[in-house]
């Protein structure tokens, strides 16, 4: 099946700091990904969808200037927290939408996710 | 606003029982509905995949089913087992493109 990956799987940073979060589909060319976020017993919330090439469109809510998004290419899409706080202490879990597997129909996958522990 | 919801939010069994959680959604314009198991502290695994025309999906243990009229969905789940501990999810594709996700169902299967 296809697989989508995330690096780093998890990450501590001090408060202040910026932390970069990649997510690749390993074997598809993803024309849409998604980032998630997941807090402690709660469910996904979406938080921006990219297309290759184009701005990140965010949810309501969600600061584009904290969370930055970068889609440079098919496979890969980035996701950095700017200057990162304690409440940006969650689980972030990118998905990648494509056609993969000889499938007719895209599919969307998701990543392993990415623990940020903010201090 | 599409909106999405399980019930109950937490289940416990004792293995070998056949159980049954439920997700329903507030708008029927779906594409598809999905259900996913995630295991703490991991991602989500895809367990079963319901086009909007279709009224169910079946893969071993597992039975999902779909009513779109009226914006239910079922996990059943036969003879269950330990290894069946999980937190399942249930997220429709909206019109918008967009997977929308429930609260999840926390399964606990004793031994």
């Known amino acids: 099946g296809a697989v989508v990956s995330q690096h780093p799987s998890w990450v501590i940073c001090k408060s202040g700091t910026s932390v970069k979060i990649e997510c690749r589909s390993l074997d598809f060319q993803a024309t849409t990904m998604f980032w998630y976020r997941q807090f402690p017993k709660q469910s996904l919330m979406l938080m921006a969808t990219s297309n290759e090439g184009s701005k990140a469109t965010y949810e309501q809510g969600v600061e584009k200037d904290k969370f930055l998004i970068n889609h440079a290419s098919l496979t890969l899409s980035t996701l950095t927290v700017t200057s990162a706080h304690p409440e940006d202490s969650s689980f972030y879990i990118c998905?990648?939408?494509?056609?993969?597997?000889?499938?007719?129909?895209?599919?969307?996958?998701f990543g392993p996710g990415t623990r940020l522990l903010v201090l | 606003k599409q909106e999405v919801t399980q019930i109950p939010a937490a289940l416990s069994v004792p293995e070998g029982e056949n159980l049954v959680l439920n997700c329903s959604f507030t708008?029927?314009?779906?594409?598809?509905l999905q259900w996913f198991r995630q295991d703490p502290g991991k991602g989500l695994t895809s367990l079963l995949l319901?086009?909007?025309?279709?009224r169910e999906q079946t893969s071993g243990r597992l039975n999902a089913s779909l009513d779109k009229s009226s914006g239910r969905s079922t996990l059943y789940i036969a003879a269950s087992q330990p290894g069946d501990s999980a937190t399942y999810l249930c997220a429709v594709l909206s019109n918008t493109g967009k997977l929308i996700f429930g609260q999840g169902t926390t399964l606990q299967v004793k031994p």
């Open positions: 319901i086009q909007s025309s279709q």
């Open positions: 998905s990648a939408r494509g056609l993969a597997g000889g499938l007719r129909q895209e599919t969307q996958y």
């Open positions: 708008d029927s314009a779906i594409y598809n």
